[in-house]
């Protein structure tokens, strides 16, 4: 005699089987060639969300100034646009010591250790930059008329990722 507990989980296992088969529905399986995200492998912490703020880093000059993520905020000439344009310079075929251009007065904007500027080249689209790291050693990320690539979409922090992606084209662009 089977008794009616055996006959309830013979039933639970014979219907998990045949839904196993089933899989994921087509019209939520990913395209082919998609990246799936993987899940973060840090536990969430509760501490509060940085705090942007409009005033110079604290720290004499040989400090690496560091910002709040949360906003793109004024670097205060950390790094300068000198800096900046000293960058592009010399990055081959970026910028030519020969063309004029100029930072826009209202950049370099910073956000944790990343910038964000545009160059105002003569007779030319507003050139998009974005580096990271400390003044005197900046990297370049991503240089052009668009500037939201891969890098500044997935490592950037939010208020780089805001001006660089979300903002829309530069000023005197179409």
């Not at 003569?122 to 998009?128: C, G, H």
């Amino acid at each position: 005699m089977i008794t009616v507990a055996a006959r309830a989980g013979a039933a639970a296992v014979a219907i998990a089987t045949l839904a196993a088969g089933c899989g994921v529905p087509p019209e939520l399986r990913d395209p082919p060639g998609s990246v799936v995200p993987s899940p973060a492998t840090a536990p969430p912490t509760a501490s509060p969300p940085p705090v942007a703020s409009d005033l110079p880093p604290i720290g004499g000059p040989s400090a690496t100034p560091t910002f709040g993520e949360a906003a793109a905020v004024l670097c205060h000439g950390q790094p300068s646009a000198t800096q900046v344009m000293a960058l592009l310079r010399s990055s081959s075929g970026i910028l030519p010591r020969n063309t004029r251009a100029t930072v826009r007065s209202d950049t370099p904007l910073c956000a944790g250790t990343w910038q964000y500027s545009v160059i105002e080249v003569a007779q030319r689209d507003p050139l998009l930059v974005v580096t990271r790291g400390a003044p005197g050693s900046l990297t370049l990320v991503a240089a052009g008329t668009n500037v939201c690539n891969i890098p500044v979409r997935t490592s950037a922090p939010a208020g780089i990722r805001k001006v660089a992606c979300e903002a829309g084209p530069a000023p005197g662009t179409v």
